[in-house]
């Protein structure tokens, strides 16, 4: 499923073929670096005698994790950071081996052979294996079995964090008590258990605030897409600005520091009147401007983002991108609610939506940042964002005026990214776009 988008440093030798990736902008490069120094920090935790989390990216409890002296590993982040380079095809096949089903989402796979060949994460160096697993349900009933698969490797504790769903788009008292009582009764004593010591709740509190002030420059990113042209890929692009907040840089000042930086690069370039930069260079003219709904593809991911920015298509929204928070609604974590703050954020991930909440988020994206079409990437082994995409599709048509497009891939399964045919479909969905403007649609 989704999930660590990003969240998403880049790869320090991309596997897809052509031209080699363009000069970074500054906040490229400088979330790379923050993550090479997390991985780098990992592989000296246990010496430094540093606990382990193995967790989840939608509806991560960072700041808890961290208040309570532990550092986490993402195995999402791992699995799409072994796809961009070029290893996950490897750790899939070794997976599927071992009996694990073609239709088993491939972040699962790709996770399960990387564990048994020897646990050697994207930058190459060992990780540290898992003092606790700490499963925040979100959405994906894939987590829990994942969790399972990882609990009979590595005979550790298990502490499951359930997360309902919102049936009626809207958070009641009752599901924000409903895991506050969890948090208090079952995931703070496991954590205090696991770490050795008590939770600290000032600290817990200061790194909730700290979380809140990244979070209002994420949004004004995001947002900026909202101007012509717009200064971001709000989806391939997107992917390197929600790298620290989604991962392991929320409740730091580093994320502060960082989204600081990066709200004020992005500034200057609305202030220059220039458009993104793209895989090979900053992009031309913008011909078009699209909502895309679906993660990405990691195994090919620069051929991917090529098919959009030789065209000119800048891509102002995307719901991947919200995949571990929907501050553009309007959500922060509150210093002075911790715990039901928290709640809320679980609550509140895109994919702990059901499909009416959906499909009301894609239309907003549509209206709000002018887009003149709209794209759905079906991810064949995420049942998580491809459940009821041709429903959202046709729904959006209706509601909108504006026209989908469909196209299919996977997320690190190189056998599953048909180039040829994705290219073709998107040629013609361009060209289609192309002719409502002649005709004088948008």
């Known amino acids: 499923m989704s ?9 320090t030798t991309a596997r897809a073929a052509g ?13 790379k670096e923050m993550l090479a120094d997390y991985f780098e920090k990992l592989t000296r935790a246990k010496e430094a005698g540093q606990k382990i989390v193995y967790t989840f990216v939608p509806g991560n409890l960072n700041e808890l994790i961290a208040a309570a002296g532990m550092m986490n590993v993402l195995p999402e982040i791992n699995a799409l950071q072994s796809g961009m380079r070029g290893r996950s095809g490897g750790y899939i096949t070794e997976a599927e081996k071992h009996g694990h089903s073609e239709d088993v989402c491939t972040y699962v796979k790709c996770d399960i052979g990387m564990m048994l060949n020897g646990n050697i994460g994207p930058t190459g160096t060992k990780l540290p294996e898992p003092d606790l697993l700490l499963l925040s349900y979100t959405g994906c009933f894939t987590f829990m079995k994942w969790f399972e698969l990882l609990r009979e490797h590595y005979k550790c504790p298990v502490a499951m964090l359930h997360v309902p769903y919102q049936p009626e788009g809207r958070i009641t008292p009752d599901m924000r008590k409903y895991i506050v009582d969890q948090l208090e ?9 696991v770490s050795g010591r008590k939770l600290d709740r000032d600290d817990l509190a200061a790194r909730m605030a700290l979380s809140s002030k990244a979070e209002d420059d994420l949004v004004a990113v995001w947002e900026s897409a909202k101007h012509t042209p717009s200064p971001i890929d709000g989806y391939f692009g997107g992917v390197y600005y929600i790298g620290p ?82 501050y553009d609604l309007g959500f922060r974590h509150d210093p002075d609610r911790a715990l039901e703050s928290l709640a809320e954020y679980c609550l509140g991930c895109y994919t702990n939506l059901g499909l009416p909440s959906r499909i009301d988020l894609l239309e907003k994206y549509i209206r709000e940042y002018q887009a003149d079409g709209f794209l759905i990437n079906s991810v064949k082994s995420c049942n998580s964002f491809s459940a009821g995409q041709l429903l959202i599709l046709q729904e959006l048509e209706k509601r909108t005026g504006v026209p989908g497009g469909f196209i299919e891939s996977d997320l690190v399964d190189p056998r599953y990214f048909g180039k040829a045919n994705i290219d073709n479909r998107l040629q013609s969905y361009f060209q289609m776009l192309d002719a409502r403007k002649a005709r004088g649609y948008a």
């Open 3 to 11: 999930t660590q988008t990003a969240s998403l440093s880049t790869p």
């Open 19 to 31: 031209p080699a990736p363009a000069a970074k902008d500054l906040s490229q490069q400088r979330q």
């Open 185 to 193: 009764k079952s995931i703070i004593p496991a954590l205090e258990k």
């Open 245 to 326: 907040i989604f991962s392991a840089f929320r409740g730091t000042q580093g994320a502060v520091e960082y989204y600081r930086e990066l709200r004020a690069e992005v500034e200057e370039r609305i202030r220059l009147g220039l458009g993104p930069v793209g895989p090979d260079g900053p992009i031309g003219p913008e011909r078009h401007r699209l909502v895309v709904e679906g993660p990405p593809n990691w195994t090919s991911f620069f051929d991917f983002w090529r098919m959009f920015s030789r065209e000119n298509a800048v891509v102002c929204a995307s719901t991947y991108t919200r995949v571990g928070g929907l």
